[in-house]
Every structure is written in C-alpha cells, then in structure tokens.
C-alpha cells in the first residue's frame, strides 16, 4: 500500500513513529557523561530508533525551568516548535538519556503526526548493537560549556 507521494508505511517515518515501532534500547553508565542510552539490536541508517518524550511546555515555561536547571548543570528540554518545548526531566523516555556529540550516530527530528508535532530519534548511519547513541543537541557555543565538559563534545 502506498500513500499519496508513492511511499509505503515502511518508508514514511511519521508512521513508525506513530505506531512506536522503536528499536530496543538500554540505558546504561556512559564514558562520556554520566549515563547513555544503547542500541539493544542493530539499526539500519535511517531507522526511527525512538521517541523523546515528555512533558509539553511553553517557551515561557521553558525559560523559568531552565534557570533552574542551570544551576543543576543538567536539561532534558527539547524545542519542539515555536510554542512549545518538550521537557522530560521528571518523565520521558529512555532516549533522552542519549549524549551530545558533534558527530553524532542520530538525527533528531520534528514530525507532524496525526496534527501533532513529536520528535523522532533516527540513526543517522549503520549501527550495530551495543553501540552508545549519540545525537547533536545544537548548542550555542555558550550553552555546550554548561552541560558538556569542552573535551566531550566529540565523544563518539
């Protein structure tokens, strides 16, 4: 069955995403930062590997949580769209445990689904299982220093 651009449910990412068919993942103490997530079976470049989830919050909201979370050198926020932020400090998914590099294995992608912006974790090349995922958080150069030891940014 195709859609109306000739792709099959396979190739439409907003379907697997939808439907949560992730890949199996596993968080576990990192070498780079404190915790990491896993890759429990291997991912073929372009695999939607899983959600970032949480709890949808205004920009404004945002800005007050992230004052707080500075001081505490940790964020889990994800700007979603220009109204809303996804903040999965307190709930989310195993996902938002993955690192930040600047040669990431991942992609991060907003995709409409069923009306609803949502975040998708994609692999951005062949991963075997086992390997740590890792995806570019686009810091501001000022911003990386306060969550990511200068020496880790190309953790990979």
Same mark, same amino acid.
């Given at each position: 069955?195709?859609?109306? #651009?000739?792709?099959?449910?396979?190739?439409?990412?907003?379907?697997?995403?939808?439907?949560?068919?992730?890949?199996?993942?596993?968080?576990?103490?990192?070498?780079?930062?404190?915790?990491?997530?896993?890759?429990?079976?291997?991912? =073929?470049?372009?695999?939607?590997?899983?959600?970032?989830?949480?709890?949808?919050?205004?920009?404004?909201?945002?800005?007050?949580?992230? =004052?707080?979370?500075? #001081?505490?050198?940790?964020?889990?926020?994800?700007?979603? @769209?220009? #109204?809303?932020?996804?903040?999965?400090?307190?709930?989310?998914?195993?996902?938002?445990?993955?690192? #930040?590099?600047?040669?990431?294995?991942?992609?991060?992608? /907003?995709?409409?689904?069923?009306?609803?912006?949502?975040?998708? /974790?994609?692999?951005?090349?062949?991963?075997?299982?086992?390997?740590?995922?890792?995806? @570019?958080?686009?810091?501001?150069?000022?911003?990386?220093?306060?969550?990511?030891?200068?020496?880790?940014?190309?953790?990979?």
């Amino acid at each position: 069955i195709h859609d109306l #651009h000739g792709r099959t449910a396979q190739q439409c990412k907003n379907v697997r995403l939808q439907r949560r068919q992730h890949k199996k993942i596993k968080v576990s103490p990192s070498e780079v930062a404190g915790w990491g997530v896993f890759l429990a079976e291997d991912a =073929k470049k372009g695999d939607f590997l899983a959600e970032y989830c949480g709890e949808v919050i205004t920009h404004d909201e945002a800005e007050r949580r992230g =004052k707080l979370y500075d #001081h505490l050198h940790l964020s889990f926020l994800f700007n979603l @769209n220009r #109204h809303y932020v996804v903040d999965s400090t307190h709930k989310g998914s195993k996902i938002r445990f993955a690192n #930040h590099s600047n040669n990431p294995n991942c992609l991060a992608r /907003i995709i409409k689904v069923a009306g609803e912006h949502r975040i998708g /974790i994609f692999a951005k090349e062949d991963i075997p299982s086992g390997t740590e995922l890792f995806y @570019n958080y686009s810091y501001r150069a000022a911003d990386a220093e306060k969550y990511v030891p200068l020496p880790r940014l190309d953790a990979k």
